[in-house]
């Protein structure tokens, strides 16, 4: 159970990472059944108010459980143990209640200094090993100094955390935080003696033991642990300064504009003292009164502003140059190169030291290998505007060209680079991993090549600008006035000095014999790089943006058809049928990016103003329309468009099959009533006869006694023949007549 208590005892904030360590060892906790148990070693090291254990080993523990194994009373065992990671563990509510209290209940709150005591493994290593004139501290005299020093950094911790609190909260002045601390404090012993059996020896007086948090907290490191062994250390130093002097000196040196020396701060403070000098904090609005401190010698003032530990954080605002701040104050790490070309590139802007006219130097941003130790990607310009984009664009079409997967990680400066760092430059986007460090120079392998290069091939040039301030006299700049370069020939020069580079020996030779940089780049590279490129978190953000549409599966983007497609290839099947469904006939954004070449290297297409990738486009392949000239690709190629097109084909057969034939039938009218009538209309059409009909009796013709004779057929010209035959025109009319018979009936 990890308890969560700010420092005014509310369920909020944060429990320091030492005191959860040692919570969840210690503590009693909920096992399967729900049930709160706590381990037997946790019962046998549990002790009584006067440091004496309940049971004297297991087996008077394993006894006692056993006695009261079917009763209803005593203390009860939960769990059995036996076997390998299982303990024996014991109901925490079947326990006494002394030995309740002495383990802790978890469910209740005793101290909020719970949270923030733990003892100083540091200070028992300086009592330890700390001699007085007359010999090393007692045992007793260790775990008093020991628990003195714990109980400080316990309300230092608390302070800390109450402030943070209170003006988390919208308070504006932290008056009484020390109080209530040293309250906190106090009310501690008990619970310090009963849980952790250690006398509480800090002064019972309120205004003593808020001094002694004070001076103990202006010291540092040993210098505390110093301080507490009465009649050698701390209190018999005259310059003791307390915690709210040393800030208050820290204050005024650090927040004044015009950057005051420590003498002027010196004597601002005795201003200050004196009532000539008024100190406001800018935060909480709180004006400070010169009765709460005392005076100050100008030597104990300078003395320790001077110090490394305020030099170190008031110089942190102070330093105009943040290079120089970080050489001074900041350690730095010592790193093994890459053994893999791939694993990581260095990238970083710079100017070359040459004029293309008075004052202005050309813009170039490069890409260098660390394991390969050549460059991989470059960029120029005479601003800084849309460098970064074309960089890393650059960085794509060089690597696919060469055929040769993404670097795995990137270190990078946030200055340019800040505006990708929750999307394409985000770890697992363009690269693996991702070290973006803020004005931090030396944090960046591919500074250490400026200089080579400046002090190298550069320096041999014409118009080579040295550093006026340059501790090297041979880096100093010269008598004569350094001419202008054209534009052109700086940029023809650098890229012919990163060419010579990239084809000198590799500087490891004794790994690399005889090999070139660029060889070990192509011939060395790392066998975890992810093959695959993520277009997908490169193409939305540096790719160009064309508005195009989707027409009988085909998108048309830099004068050129391009087909659907997934994972590079072109989809055919239900899986084509699936994106038009989603594409055709709509309008679309096609992001995409193309080679050194101008050819479209990769497009994605998505839906007109979406954010969810739909396909690729994948340009239409081409085929010899002559059988005689066509290759093997050819071939290919004609099958991938066939295929393609039997897609359409086969769906429209598919769907029509899937179709039934019927016939509709419209019961419906437009006429509202009858209101209007033409006479006659509704009259039956007919013909009166009422004769009886003849009935012919057929003649019997003698075949023998017809005879036949020679009929003159007369032309008749252009005239209606009166003998022509309408009987196709009757079949059509009796045919209408049917079905209107036929759905009368309907």
């Not at 055929?403 to 680079?417: D, Q």
């Not at 009757?730 to 209107?740: T, Y």
Request: aromatic letters at 10%; proline letters at 4%.
């Amino acid at each position: 159970m990890t308890r969560q208590k700010d420092a005014g005892g509310l369920a909020s904030g944060s429990i320091p990472e030492a005191a959860l360590i040692r919570k969840q060892n210690n503590m009693p906790h909920y096992n399967k059944e729900n049930i709160l148990v706590v381990t037997k070693d946790e019962v046998l090291q549990a002790r009584d108010m006067n440091g004496k254990p309940f049971f004297k080993d297991w087996n008077n523990l394993k006894v006692t459980l056993y006695r009261y194994e079917n009763k209803t009373c005593g203390i009860k065992r939960a769990d059995r143990g036996g076997g390998r990671g299982c303990v024996v563990t014991i109901v925490f509510d079947s326990l006494p209640q002394e030995i309740q209290d002495a383990i802790g209940d978890p469910r209740k709150k005793e101290h909020i200094l719970l949270d923030y005591f733990q003892i100083d493994q540091d200070a028992v290593a300086f009592y330890n090993s700390y001699r007085t004139p007359t010999g090393e501290l007692k045992d007793s005299q260790k775990q008093a100094y020991v628990t003195t020093a714990s109980l400080l950094n316990a309300g230092l911790a608390l302070i800390q955390a109450r402030r943070a609190e209170w003006l988390g909260k919208g308070k504006n002045t932290v008056r009484g935080l020390e109080a209530s601390v040293c309250e906190d404090l106090r009310t501690f012993a008990s619970v310090l003696v009963r849980k952790f059996h250690r006398e509480y020896n800090l002064p019972e007086n309120m205004i003593r033991l808020r001094e002694k948090l004070r001076n103990y907290g202006a010291l540092n490191g040993q210098e505390r642990y110093a301080s507490l062994v009465k009649g050698v250390f701390g209190n018999q130093h005259a310059s003791v300064k307390t915690f709210a002097q040393m800030q208050l000196l820290e204050s005024m040196f650090m927040s004044q504009k015009h950057k005051p020396t420590p003498t002027e701060v010196a004597d601002q403070y005795s201003a200050f003292l004196s009532g000539y000098v008024e100190i406001i904090n800018q935060e909480t609005g709180e004006v400070y009164d010169p009765k709460e401190y005392g005076k100050l010698s100008l030597r104990t003032i300078t003395s320790y502003l001077d110090t490394w530990h305020s030099k170190i954080v008031t110089f942190s605002k102070r330093a105009g140059n943040r290079q120089r701040f970080i050489s001074e104050f900041m350690p730095g790490g010592s790193m093994l190169k890459p053994e893999y070309a791939g694993s990581i590139i260095s990238v970083d802007d710079r100017n070359p030291p040459f004029w293309y006219a008075k004052g202005k130097r050309v813009w170039f941003y490069c890409a260098y290998d660390v394991g390969a130790q050549c460059f991989t990607a470059w960029v120029y310009g005479k601003t800084k505007e849309g460098i970064i984009v074309d960089f890393y664009r650059n960085i794509v079409r060089n690597y696919t060209a060469w055929g040769i997967p993404l670097p795995a990680e990137i270190e990078c400066e946030s200055s340019l680079n800040a505006t990708y760092r929750n999307n394409m430059l985000s770890e697992g986007g363009m690269f693996q991993y991702v070290r973006m460090e803020a004005n931090k120079a030396r944090a960046k392998y591919i500074e250490g090549i400026w200089g080579k290069l400046r002090y190298g091939t550069e320096k041999k040039r014409e118009g080579w600008l040295a550093r006026p301030n340059s501790l090297r006299e041979s880096n100093q700049k010269g008598e004569d006035d350094c001419p202008i370069i054209p534009f052109d020939d700086i940029v023809y020069d650098c890229l012919t000095d990163i060419q010579n580079w990239n084809n000198s020996l590799h500087p490891d030779q004794e790994k690399y014999k005889g090999m070139t940089r660029w060889e070990v780049f192509t011939e060395n590279q790392n066998p975890n790089l992810r093959q695959e490129t993520n277009w997908k978190m490169i193409l939305p953000y540096i790719g160009y943006k064309t508005e195009s549409s989707c027409n009988t599966g085909t998108i048309k983007l830099q004068r050129k058809e391009f087909f659907l497609g997934i994972d590079g290839e072109i989809t055919t099947g239900d899986e084509l049928i699936s994106l038009l469904e989603l594409l055709e006939g709509k309008e679309v954004d096609v992001y995409w990016l193309d080679d050194n070449e101008g050819n479209v290297m990769k497009a994605l297409v998505y839906l007109r103003g979406g954010e969810r990738c739909i396909c690729e486009a994948i340009q239409k392949p081409k085929f010899h329309r002559a059988k005689i000239e066509q290759t093997a690709e050819d071939r290919k190629n004609m099958g991938l468009v066939m295929a393609y097109i039997n897609t359409f084909s086969g769906y429209i057969s598919r769907r029509k099959s899937e179709i039934d034939k019927v016939m509709v039938i419209d019961h419906r009218t437009t006429v509202v009533n009858n209101k209007f009538v033409i006479p006659g209309l509704e009259q039956k059409r007919h013909y009166e006869d009422d004769g009886e009909p003849e009935i012919l009796e057929p003649e019997t013709v003698e075949p023998e006694t017809v005879e036949t004779e020679q009929v003159e057929v007369l032309d008749e010209g252009n005239d209606e023949n009166p003998f022509e035959n309408h009987l196709k025109d009757i079949q059509k009319d009796d045919k209408q007549i049917l079905i209107q018979q036929l759905t009368s009936n309907f």
